[in-house]
T-cell receptor, first 112, second 114 residues
């Protein structure tokens, strides 16, 4: 089944404790992206990657890192999480030249 | 860069009524406008999209209209059903220096009452 898989789906952590949210897609898509969803603010792009070893900042990159060492994986790293990073995070992918984004099911992160 | 504004933030309708959600965009070079539906506990899914060379597109009970001059586009859902209840997001794909970047609206929570 074609899908974007995120882990963990739910996580409660404390300020300053490094964490990684993994994202994997099995559709051989070139483009991958991370979004955060907050009430009243919609989906805001954190980072995106046009292909392996190519990443770029989105609208709200502060406090996040990403890497794209393989085509299928695009992990989101929070080196020192803070409470303002409490949010619902979505990974998405699409093939090059296509408009349709395929989203994962989301990762709800709470930073205390 | 592109700025997309979406209204209303919440919309409540009776089953069988129509629902309309409106979005405006700022980048006149934007050329692609998708709509995503997000059901509870799920990621958003594309339900319909329109390109800038088309004024209207329909898919069964769903239609999208685009007014390039006024820089706004709308989602129309006819004969609403309880399963249409969800969060709907519009988006615009920018041109120029924002080429390829999808900017989302704030979302509309649609509730269809049986």
């Amino acid at each position: 089944e074609a899908q974007v898989t995120q882990n963990p789906r739910y996580l409660i952590t404390v300020t300053g404790k490094k964490l990684t949210v993994t994202c994997s897609q099995n559709m051989n898509h070139e483009y991958m992206s991370w979004y955060r969803q907050d009430p009243g603010l919609g989906l805001r792009q954190i980072y995106y990657s046009m292909n392996v070893e190519v990443t770029d900042k989105g609208d709200v990159p502060e406090g996040y890192k990403v890497s794209r060492k393989e085509k299928r994986n695009f992990p989101l790293i929070l080196e020192s999480p803070s409470p303002n990073q409490t949010s619902l995070y979505f990974c998405a992918s699409r093939p090059q030249g296509s408009g349709e984004l395929f989203f994962g099911e989301g990762s709800r992160l709470t930073v205390l | 860069g592109e700025n997309v504004e979406q209204h209303p933030s919440t919309l409540s309708v009776q089953e069988g009524d129509s629902a309309v959600i409106k979005c405006t965009y700022s980048d006149s070079a934007s050329n692609y406008f998708p709509w995503y539906k997000q059901e509870l506990g799920k990621g958003p899914q594309l339900i319909i999209d329109i390109r800038s060379n088309v004024g209207e597109k329909k898919d069964q009970r769903i239609a999208v209209t685009l007014n390039k001059t006024a820089k706004h586009f709308s989602l129309h859902i006819t004969e609403t059903q309880p399963e249409d209840s969800a969060v709907y997001f519009c988006a615009g794909k920018g041109g120029g220096t924002s080429y390829g970047k999808l900017t989302f609206g704030q979302g509309t929570i649609l509730t269809v009452h049986p």
